[in-house]
């Protein structure tokens, strides 16, 4: 019998929400997905461990029973990867900083430098990921600390905000609002929209302006992993996008961003999991607030655009 820790995982999502929809969304795979990992669980086990109903899920006793050493496989599991993990950082230290397109933008530089400053033997490790992982990592255990925009729904994060910049709107060539200096969040609601390919809804309502819609869904009409992606359809017509205003710093030809004037500003932070934050985690932490506090004029150069200089800061260059 081969199990897959993901299933169990899975399994222990749906049988703890009893609710396929919260919990894919828990998970963060679409529920289709999930149901069919579910039902691929059950024919490996041989049992039926829900009983599924147009109105309710609930275990069977078959179900009952494995859930409980479910949770103990997994917390096994957890385990052993934790000590493996402390094993090798003991022989030959390693942080994995997992980061989103942009990272910390006009701060990452001197982040980075600074830390290996202080660790000059510890590996770092950098990994980049798309829309559909907004907690970059840190959602599958992958990385330690991470560099994210917030809001993400990933559960047991703490967060270390560093600072905040404008929304922008990315516009195609010749658009009806192309030519404004400004416009209002109001003015973009009818608008094909681009979306985001993740299912954490917090992180896809933010960027959608869903505040702004008063319960009414966004009209969107394509979702994309990278912001290049996103680029490229705005190019083409497909949508509108609302993104950060760093954007400006990359080239990206007849598209137009114009700030959005009562759009809630990106916050960008530092996050880890909670619980696991070892020395190396604390010290990046407090190194990336060091470093913000160190360079007022980069944390400007972001939370206050100048949209007619296109030159990156120094640090992006």
Request: hydrophobic share 45%; aromatic share 6%; proline share 7%.
């Amino acid at each position: 019998m081969d199990l897959h820790m993901r299933h169990l995982r899975y399994f222990v999502a749906v049988a703890e929400e009893l609710n396929f929809t919260r919990a894919a969304q828990r998970m963060h795979i679409a529920q289709q997905a999930l149901s069919a990992q579910i039902k691929q669980l059950e024919r490996t086990v041989g049992v039926t461990l829900f009983v599924r109903s147009t109105r309710s899920v609930e275990l069977t006793a078959a179900g009952a029973a494995f859930l409980a050493d479910a949770r103990a496989l997994l917390a096994a599991s957890d385990t052993a990867v934790e000590r493996a993990r402390a094993i090798q950082r003991s022989e030959h230290e390693q942080l994995t900083l997992g980061f989103l397109e942009g990272a910390a933008l006009t701060l990452t530089d001197p982040i980075l430098s600074a830390f290996r400053e202080r660790h000059p033997g510890v590996r770092l490790e950098l990994r980049q990921f798309g829309y559909d992982d907004p907690s970059a990592g840190l959602a599958g255990g992958e990385v330690d600390v991470a560099l994210v925009r917030l809001p993400i729904s990933t559960p047991e994060l703490d967060f270390e905000p560093l600072f905040s910049e404008p929304v922008v709107v990315a516009l195609p060539p010749g658009h009806r609002l192309a030519a404004r200096p400004l416009v209002s969040a109001r003015d973009l609601l009818d608008e094909p929209i681009l979306g985001s390919a993740c299912a954490d809804r917090t992180w896809n309502a933010f960027w959608e302006l869903d505040s702004h819609r008063g319960g009414r869904p966004a009209p969107v009409v394509s979702r994309s992993t990278t912001l290049l992606e996103e680029m490229h359809k705005v190019m083409t017509g497909v949508g509108i996008v609302v993104t950060a205003a760093s954007c400006r710093w990359l080239t990206f030809p007849g598209v137009k961003l114009v700030p959005i004037t009562d759009a809630a500003p990106s916050r960008v932070a530092v996050s880890w999991r909670r619980g696991r934050s070892s020395a190396l985690v604390r010290s990046f932490v407090d190194l990336a607030q060091a470093v913000r506090d160190r360079y007022p004029d980069l944390v400007r150069a972001v939370a206050e655009p100048d949209f007619t200089d296109p030159t990156p800061p120094l640090s992006l260059r």
